[in-house]
């Protein structure tokens, strides 16, 4: 209950602004490779990470796939304003990785801690990281965990601290570069994310959280994350990411592989809040063990075009997979967002939980496919959507494809959309709120399905970011 | 010599998906025959199947009509377009115009005699002015080597209402698409789907109903069951154009899967370019339940005899519904495969229709 | 004394007809005023007039509360300046808990602040005065709840507020006994320890035996035809409204001759 209160009372307290995100800090100094792609490149960026022979061929390897597949061309939002050869794969600020924000240069210390990461630490967090541009610049994590055998560094030296084989059993094996063109550009010059292993049996009680800062403009992020979660364990991850905002385009390609296993638990948290030069085209996957369960919580509230669908693959009896989400596509942005889920073994579930809002001439897009194997005996799938309209200059599409081939299976769908009804405003407006106040409050209840699984700082930072734009703020 | 040719983005998604899902759009072959291949013409009112299979459609027709009914006509007797069977045409090509306050019947039905390898279709364009009410059946029910393709294109403007009833009781490959345009103020427009699908069947449809007037309304309920291997599309859209303010679009399906080798894909879509307006959706894809199953066992069915009674309502519906000899003809031909002979004299007592099936 | 609230030649409407004629209205501090009518009379529609719902225009007359004119200000400012209106089919909103809009309306007006702690306490005190389950200020906004539930939110939520016009729109519909009472013991407490006006809306009498009425007003097809003393609703319990249907009508031929 006073939880409740809490965040509500935060809520009407803090003045909230955008210049929380949009500031530059200097780029002087830093190592910023030449715009566009090429095999030089991608020999660089190996070559500066040091690492083994079998990554740099996967990395050419990719890269040659690249230049082969195509674009998406027939559906989605257009990634025409996008140019590679504008955008340089790898910036580099001049610093070795902290474990001691101390350690952290000024100009970067202080951009995380107007991002309230180093207090959100001390507060509820078992560990964090901290990626500005390419590079992870801060690494910490609780002793206790770390005795308990919790491994939370980067995938970079993942491969140099001896978790070579793991690294080399899991990494690329979900998503696989062939599996899209932005996939393929993922691997050829990766640089930067997580890499979490969790043993057998250990359960974390705070999450461990992983945030990105792009700061450096005209550049791409591409991280990668590999959490692995051995059978019985539990862990909640958090990533965070956002930018300033620059006339150029900015683009993230990010990978998520997350690796299940016999029941085990992942949650795994996005509040997404990308500035809106920014093409978010991240992909995620999970696959998910007898008996394990992934839940995805997504907030989406940045960028100028996202394709994000998390997806989960149910390869275990008994496996679970939940979705919940909330788009909130203002002015100037098209977000195509949703998620996949394969139901492939018997007496899985699946749940589909997604928002979305569309103002200002937002587009916002839902897709989400569920596809039920002949393998699925007694698979229960439910999917269901909501959209509000918050004015007439906005788009907002419901996409929701449905493959079932067991005929043991059941799933349902329901979409609704619609905009706020008169009558609400009218009964918020008799109790002495303003209409643009009532909005807000309808807009943060509608929402609170998706805020209320969050921890709280998080569902507090996602109140502020619909007020914003609620208020039209953002730019 | 007659050659085949591939039809494009027939039944396309007005707003394309994953490519790998393979759910887009339903690849079909079509004899070529003399005519060769054109690029199709912008039509006034689009149909459903898409531009390829329509242009096509009308390219092959061998009985084209234009019906006309006058101001505040009401007409009497059902424009027949029956296709398939012995004496009928193999692709016909319609189009009725409803004048002001007018209002008719269009029955199609695609049959066919024994089995065979043919494509047979129908291209029917309706042309609903101010108040016009049109009510379209579509029946079909034909041998598994034949395929199918319906094609339906209406535009209401204020205050014109279209109902269409389908009863999709099987060919090889059934497709149906159809694309109504609400351009007019309070236009309704109202889509009754029932189907069975068996065997090998494969049975494709594409629904895109458009609501740009204001206050206009577009509803949609689809009902079926897949036995064996048969494998169903539905893709069921509703666009909520700019400009329709106070539209709205409700659709409902539900799929019983009934078959060890089913496969039933549904992408129930709404698109929204609209503030003032409702759309809902809602699907139900699975078995019966388990509860209703152990209830009909109390009372003497087994599964088997279970999921042939759902399909049984199907068949009812079908009959009782049945506009026209040929559609009864058709029903009743889709209940002796369905059902079996026995059933046949059974469901002409329940739909209360008199006499035999006609020759 | 001039009037707390005064309506004068009021007409007003939906976009497609007229359902007010011409009404006019007084209401002095502190006093209790019944209006009364059939069905479709226009009794609610003069109510959500009153609190600026914007489903309605109005388009002569004026309203005026405190000797300010309101006809054109929006509902919010109305609350605040004292007007409350209790819905006869209040509104569900998901998603707000029921407590933190307890708290945000409250905050809204200076003269109830408080500390977040008192409010607790303030809460706790009217919801047990309404024999209601704290368990309901954590769920969603008259979310799943019953008609009695959602009757007794309204009350809370007029016993929080304490405003100077309380407007009862068909508080006592579709309420059991035990619902009736409770929603009877807010009006009281409401007179009672704040002493603002009231103008029940109602076409039923049993919620007014306990209440203490000033004065009782008619309506019929949107025209009053009949004001007088609280007399009159044993009157029309008795006999209905057959009586001031007739008046109308007569009043209406005589405009016509």
């Known amino acids: 209950m006073s939880d409740v209160e809490d965040r509500f009372a935060a809520d009407d307290l803090s003045e909230v602004s955008r210049d929380l995100y949009d500031f530059v800090m200097p780029e002087s100094g830093y190592e910023r490779y030449a715009d566009g792609l090429s095999r030089e490149v991608v020999e660089s960026i190996s070559r500066k990470k040091d690492e083994p022979d079998w990554m740099l061929k996967m990395r050419l390897d990719a890269l040659a796939l690249y230049e082969h597949m195509d674009m998406p061309s027939n559906w989605g939002p257009s990634i025409a304003g996008l140019d590679m050869s504008n955008i340089s794969a790898y910036v580099s600020p001049k610093t070795k990785q902290a474990n001691s924000w101390d350690d952290v240069p000024d100009d970067i210390k202080e951009t995380f801690e107007r991002l309230g990461i180093p207090e959100a630490e001390r507060d509820s967090l078992a560990g964090v990281g901290a990626q500005y541009d390419s590079e992870v610049v801060y690494h910490n994590m609780r002793d206790e965990v770390a005795k308990q055998g919790v491994i939370y560094t980067t995938v970079e030296d993942a491969l140099k601290e001896g978790y070579e084989d793991i690294v080399h059993k899991y990494f690329g094996t979900l998503i696989k570069p062939q599996y899209h063109k932005f996939a393929a550009l993922h691997y050829a010059v990766w640089s930067g994310g997580s890499f979490v292993y969790v043993p057998e049996g250990v359960s974390l009680d705070y999450p461990l959280q992983s945030y990105f800062r792009l700061n450096a403009a005209g550049a791409g992020q591409f991280e990668h994350t590999l959490i692995i979660l051995e059978p019985g364990s539990y862990l909640h991850f958090i990533e965070g990411c956002s930018a300033p905002k620059y006339n150029v385009a900015n683009l993230h390609a990010g990978a998520v592989e997350l690796f299940v296993g016999k029941g085990a638990k992942l949650r795994y948290s996005t509040v997404e809040n990308w500035s809106k030069n920014m093409y978010n085209l991240n992909t995620k996957r999970a696959r998910v063990e007898e008996d394990g369960s992934i839940e995805w919580v997504s907030g989406s509230f940045g960028s100028h075009v996202s394709y994000l669908y998390p997806t989960s693959e149910l390869v275990g009896a008994r496996s679970n997979s939940e979705y919940t989400g909330i788009t909130f596509a203002g002015a100037t942005q098209d977000l195509d967002t949703g998620c996949k889920v394969i139901l492939d073994a018997p007496d899985t579930t699946a749940s589909v939980n997604a928002k979305s809002l569309s103002k200002s001439g937002g587009v916002s897009t839902f897709r989400s496919s569920v596809v039920v194997s002949p393998k699925a005996d007694n698979a229960r799938v439910s999917v269901s959507c909501a959209s509000l309209m918050l004015d007439a200059d906005s788009r907002s599409d419901t996409i929701p494809a449905m493959d079932v081939r067991n005929q043991t299976a059941s799933v349902g769908h329901e979409a609704t959309i619609g905009r706020i009804s008169d009558e609400t405003l009218m009964y918020l407006m008799s109790r002495g709120i303003p209409e643009n106040e009532a909005r807000t409050m309808v807009v943060n209840g509608f929402a609170n399905p998706v805020s209320k699984e969050l921890p709280l700082e998080y569902a507090v930072e996602m109140n502020n970011l619909i007020k914003l734009e609620m208020e039209g703020a953002i730019g | ?359 | 004394m001039s009037d707390l609230l005064s309506v004068s030649g009021l007409t007003a409407g939906t976009e497609d007809k007229t359902i007010l004629h011409d009404i006019d209205l007084g209401i002095e501090a502190g006093k209790s005023y019944v209006l009364m009518g059939p069905n479709g009379a226009g009794k609610s529609t003069l109510g959500h007039v009153i609190m600026g719902d914007p489903q309605y225009t109005v388009t002569s007359g004026t309203i005026a509360f405190e000797g300010r004119d309101i006809t054109s200000e929006t509902p919010d400012k109305r609350s605040l300046a004292g007007i409350y209106l209790s819905y006869q089919a209040p509104v569900e909103i998901p998603g707000v808990p029921l407590y933190s809009f307890l708290r945000t309306i409250c905050q809204k007006r200076p003269e109830l602040k408080m500390t977040s702690r008192q409010f607790r306490q303030r809460v706790n005190e009217v919801c047990e005065q309404l024999s209601m389950s704290t368990d309901y200020l954590t769920r969603d906004l008259n979310v799943g709840f019953s008609g009695g539930e959602k009757k007794k939110v309204e009350m809370l939520q007029l016993l929080l507020l304490q405003p100077k016009l309380a407007i009862l729109d068909e508080t006592d519909s579709g309420l059991d006994v035990d619902a009736l009472s409770v929603v009877s013991r807010g009006i009281e407490a409401y007179r009672s320890t704040c002493d603002g006006a009231l103008l029940i809306i109602t076409h039923n009498t049993r919620i007014l035996e306990r209440i203490n009425v000033d004065q009782v007003h008619v309506m019929v097809h949107g025209n009053m035809v009949s004001s007088g003393p609280s007399s009159l609703i044993d009157e029309i319990d008795r006999e209905g409204f057959a009586k001031y249907e007739a008046m109308l009508a007569q009043k209406a031929q005589g405009e016509l001759a």
């Open chain 2, 1 to 359: 010599m007659e050659g085949a040719a591939r039809l494009s983005g027939v039944n396309e998604l007005p707003t394309p998906t994953w490519n790998y899902l393979h759910i887009n759009d339903v690849p079909v072959s079509v004899p070529t025959g003399a005519a060769s291949p054109s690029y199709p013409p912008a039509e006034k009112i689009p149909g459903g199947t898409g531009p390829e299979a329509s242009a096509w459609l009308s390219r092959s027709a061998d009985a084209r009509e234009s019906v006309v009914v006058t101001h505040g006509q009401r007409r009497e007797r059902p424009v027949e377009l029956t296709v398939g069977g012995k004496d009928d045409a193999r692709i016909r090509d319609t189009l009725v115009t409803l004048c002001d306050d007018s209002e008719a019947d269009v029955v199609v039905v695609a049959r066919s005699d024994r089995d065979g390898d043919a494509t047979c279709g129908s291209r029917l364009r309706l042309d609903l002015a101010r108040g016009a009410r049109a009510h379209v059946h579509v029946y079909v029910a034909m041998h598994d080597g034949y395929q199918y393709i319906d094609d339906i294109g209406a535009a209401l403007a204020d205050d014109a209402s279209l109902d269409v009833h389908y009863h999709l009781l099987g060919a090889g490959l059934t497709v149906c698409g159809l694309r109504t345009e609400n351009v007019g103020f309070r236009a309704a427009v109202d889509v009754d789907v029932r189907y069975l699908c068996r065997g090998n069947q494969t049975l494709d449809m594409n629904y895109n109903l458009r609501l740009s007037g204001r206050k206009s309304t577009a509803d949609l309920n689809a009902y079926g069951v897949l036995f064996d291997n048969a494998r169903k599309t539905l893709r069921d859209t509703i666009d909520l154009v700019r400009g329709g303010k106070g539209a709205q679009g409700n659709e409902n399906e539900t799929v019983l899967l009934a078959g060890d080798g089913v496969v039933n894909k549904s992408l129930p879509v709404i698109l929204c370019d609209e503030e003032d307006v409702v759309g809902n959706h809602g699907a139900t894809i699975g078995s019966v339940s388990e509860e209703q199953l152990q209830y009909l066992r109390a009372r003497g069915l087994d599964d088997q005899a279970a999921n042939a009674l759902f399909a049984r309502s199907v068949i009812d519906s079908a009959t009782s519904q049945a506009p026209t000899a040929a559609a009864r003809d058709a029903a009743l031909f889709a209940a002796r495969r369905f059902l079996g002979d026995d059933a046949v004299d059974d469901v002409l007592d329940a739909s209360g229709v008199e006499g035999k099936e006609e020759a």
